[in-house]
């Protein structure tokens, strides 16, 4: 019986062909692609430092976290074992945990935790727990349930942009979901129709999903920062800059903090 941390002892095996470029790397492409998010971090970290002068824990955790995904991703797409695939898909669901419990706006708590961010942290835990536990009874259908967070938070950006007026966040979203459609097409692309790209000896969508989900992630933190500092920081308003400047056709967003009362 293979050990779970043997070579290819994982559900899944992606498109690209194992060992073509390397006798140590099963699938070469795929795991160099996750340097994506050790470029995200140091620039969500760099960009958006006036919000995390104000409050360094939630950033400073999950670009940390970020970086321990793009680890636990290179692992597995080196190894493609079984423990290298639970610690991919873990390491997603906890960032996405801790992302929740410290960004997750409170108007739309549940009821019963009493608008409490203590409570609800709680509840974030305790459903991150069972669906850790969970996770190792049909490892296949992790990464399904996984993708299905992006609809939740579709869901939160639609409502949230309903509420706003303010053209150059309409304009981040909507290049945040361009990424994230382009991404999780690949994503599919990669898992259900691998027959036609070996067909035409082209199986790198996996390693495009690795750049363009982490592109989306670029959109979507600034994002959630801005509605964090509108919600929860009133002595400031958030502002949405884009480096290296607006006038560049390619353009990544970042927050800035103007404190109100200096305006007049
Ligand atoms: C109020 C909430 C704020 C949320 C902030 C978002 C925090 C994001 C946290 C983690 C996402 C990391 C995803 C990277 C995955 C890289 C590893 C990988 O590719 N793993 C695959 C196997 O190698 C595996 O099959 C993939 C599983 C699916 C992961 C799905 C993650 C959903 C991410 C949602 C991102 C939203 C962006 C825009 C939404 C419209
Ligand atoms: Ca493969
Ligand atoms: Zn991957």
Same mark, same amino acid.
């Given at each position: 019986?293979?050990?779970?941390?043997?070579?290819?002892?994982?559900?899944?095996?992606?498109?690209?062909?194992?060992?073509?470029?390397?006798?140590?790397?099963?699938?070469?492409?795929?795991?160099?692609?996750?340097?994506?998010?050790?470029?995200?971090?140091?620039?969500?970290?760099?960009?958006?430092?006036?919000?995390?002068?104000?409050?360094?824990?939630?950033?400073?955790?999950?670009?940390?976290?970020?970086?321990?995904?793009?680890?636990?991703?290179?692992?597995?797409?080196?190894?493609?074992?079984?423990?290298?695939?639970?610690?991919?898909?873990?390491?997603?669901?906890? &960032?996405?945990?801790?992302?929740?419990?410290?960004?997750?706006?409170?108007?739309?708590?549940?009821?019963?935790?009493?608008?409490?961010?203590?409570?609800?942290?709680?509840?974030?835990?305790?459903? &991150?727990?069972?669906?850790?536990?969970?996770?190792?009874?049909?490892?296949?259908?992790?990464?399904?349930?996984?993708?299905?967070?992006?609809?939740?938070?579709?869901?939160? &950006?639609?409502?949230?942009?309903?509420?706003?007026?303010?053209?150059?966040?309409?304009?981040?979203?909507?290049?945040?979901?361009?990424?994230?459609?382009?991404?999780?097409?690949?994503?599919?692309?990669?898992?259900?129709?691998?027959?036609?790209?070996?067909?035409?000896?082209?199986?790198?969508?996996?390693?495009?999903?690795?750049?363009?989900?982490?592109?989306?992630?670029?959109?979507?933190?600034?994002?959630?920062?801005?509605?964090?500092?509108?919600?929860?920081?009133?002595?400031?308003?958030?502002?949405?800059?884009?480096?290296?400047?607006?006038?560049?056709?390619?353009?990544?967003?970042?927050? &800035?903090?103007?404190?109100?009362?200096?305006?007049?």
């Amino acid at each position: 019986m293979p050990s779970i941390f043997s070579y290819e002892s994982a559900e899944v095996d992606w498109c690209e062909s194992n060992f073509v470029r390397s006798a140590v790397i099963a699938e070469y492409y795929n795991t160099i692609s996750n340097v994506s998010f050790f470029l995200l971090s140091p620039a969500l970290l760099y960009l958006n430092r006036q919000y995390c002068q104000k409050k360094a824990v939630p950033l400073y955790f999950v670009s940390g976290l970020l970086i321990l995904v793009g680890l636990f991703s290179m692992y597995f797409h080196m190894t493609l074992s079984y423990v290298g695939q639970l610690l991919d898909e873990l390491s997603i669901l906890w &960032t996405l945990a801790v992302a929740y419990s410290f960004w997750y706006p409170q108007a739309y708590f549940p009821n019963f935790s009493g608008g409490n961010r203590r409570h609800f942290f709680w509840l974030t835990g305790i459903t &991150t727990v069972i669906s850790t536990l969970m996770s190792f009874v049909k490892p296949t259908l992790n990464a399904y349930a996984l993708n299905c967070i992006a609809f939740h938070l579709l869901y939160l &950006t639609r409502k949230e942009l309903k509420k706003c007026n303010d053209k150059r966040v309409h304009r981040m979203a909507a290049v945040m979901v361009m990424w994230w459609a382009l991404a999780i097409t690949s994503w599919i692309s990669d898992r259900w129709l691998c027959w036609l790209w070996q067909a035409i000896n082209f199986p790198y969508f996996h390693s495009f999903w690795h750049v363009l989900i982490a592109l989306s992630l670029l959109y979507c933190c600034p994002l959630v920062i801005y509605f964090d500092v509108s919600y929860e920081m009133p002595s400031f308003k958030p502002k949405l800059e884009y480096w290296p400047s607006d006038s560049w056709p390619v353009v990544v967003p970042y927050v &800035t903090l103007e404190e109100p009362h200096k305006q007049c």
